[in-house]
C-alpha cells in the first residue's frame, strides 16, 4: 500500500469525522442536563417593590431522572419587570438551585426563567400586586363630635410608583362640600392637619384624579405613604352646614 494512498485515507476520515460533529454549539450532548423541574415558589404575589417570600427553587435531572449536581442554572426576568438576587446559582447535592426575587415597580404578571445548558428551562409565574388603600365615610366617624347626617362616601388609593390615583365618592350631604382632604398624622379619634387635597367642583369633589406630593413641605409622598400603611391618616369632607368636616374615614389596607 503506498504512502500516498495512506495519507489520502487518513485526511479523508478526519473530514468525514468533522462533518459529522458538526457545528452546532446548541446540540444537546450526553453529559447536558435533560430538564429543569420547578420545586417551589412558582404562583407567589406580592406588592410592587417587595420581595417574594419565598425562593424560586428548581431541581435539574439526567435522562434518567436523576438529580445532578454541580449544573450552572440561569435565572432570567422574561417578562414584567423585576430584579434577581442571584442570575446564576450551581445546583447543590441534591441537584437543585434557587433565587430570591424583588418584584419592579410595574403591576401584574411576571416570569422567571431558569435554564441549563443544552437548552433545557422551566418558567415561574409570579404576581406584583400594586399597593392600594381605601375607607369608608361616615358621619359617626367624624371627630371630636359625630355629625348626624345620611351622607356616606367611599375613598380608595393605587399607588403607581411616584403617583397615587385617587377615587372618591360621596351622597345625601346636607349641603355642597366646600373641601376635601387628607389629614395626617392622626388616628381615628384625633385631628391633624391637611396634607393633601382634593379638587371641588361646584360642590362636589373630583370623583377622580391623582397627586405625587403633598402640600407639606415637609412629608414627602413616600412618608406619606408609611402613614397611610399604618392607619395614620384619614379622608375628611368639609360642607358648608359642617366646616369641619362632615364625613370621615381613617384610610387603611383592604
Do not use: W
Not at 351622597?171 to 388616628?187: F, R, S
Not at 397627586?211 to 406619606?224: A, I, K, Y
Amino acid at each position: 500500500m503506498s504512502r500516498s494512498f495512506v495519507l489520502f485515507m487518513t485526511a479523508a476520515l478526519t473530514l468525514a469525522s468533522i462533518s459529522a460533529c458538526g457545528d452546532d454549539n446548541n446540540a444537546t450532548g450526553p453529559d447536558d442536563p435533560k430538564s429543569v423541574v420547578p420545586i417551589s415558589g412558582s404562583g407567589q404575589e406580592a406588592q410592587v417593590g417587595r420581595a417574594i417570600t419565598d425562593p424560586l427553587v428548581v431541581e435539574v435531572r439526567d435522562d434518567n431522572g436523576r438529580p445532578m449536581s454541580g449544573v450552572p442554572v440561569t435565572f432570567a426576568v422574561t417578562g414584567g419587570t423585576a430584579s434577581i438576587s442571584l442570575a446564576s446559582a450551581q445546583t447543590d447535592g441534591s441537584g437543585r438551585a434557587s433565587t430570591t426575587v424583588t418584584l419592579g415597580n410595574d403591576g401584574g404578571p411576571v416570569v422567571i426563567t431558569a435554564s441549563v445548558r443544552g437548552g433545557a428551562s422551566t418558567k415561574f409565574t409570579l404576581t406584583a400586586k400594586r399597593e392600594t388603600f381605601s375607607t369608608q365615610l361616615t358621619g359617626a366617624a367624624e371627630r371630636p363630635n359625630p355629625v348626624a347626617t345620611n351622607g356616606t362616601g367611599t375613598a380608595q388609593f393605587t399607588v403607581f410608583g411616584p403617583v397615587i390615583q385617587f377615587q372618591i365618592t360621596h351622597a345625601n350631604l346636607t349641603t355642597p362640600v366646600v373641601g376635601a382632604h387628607i389629614h395626617a398624622p392622626a388616628d381615628a379619634n384625633t385631628n391633624a392637619a391637611i396634607v393633601v387635597g382634593f379638587p371641588v367642583v361646584a360642590g362636589v369633589v373630583q370623583s377622580t384624579g391623582s397627586f405625587s406630593s403633598t402640600n407639606n413641605p415637609n412629608m414627602s409622598l413616600d412618608s406619606l405613604k408609611v402613614l397611610m400603611r399604618a392607619g395614620l391618616t384619614y379622608v375628611n369632607v368639609h360642607t358648608v352646614t359642617n366646616p369641619g368636616g362632615e364625613i370621615r374615614g381613617q384610610i387603611g389596607t383592604p
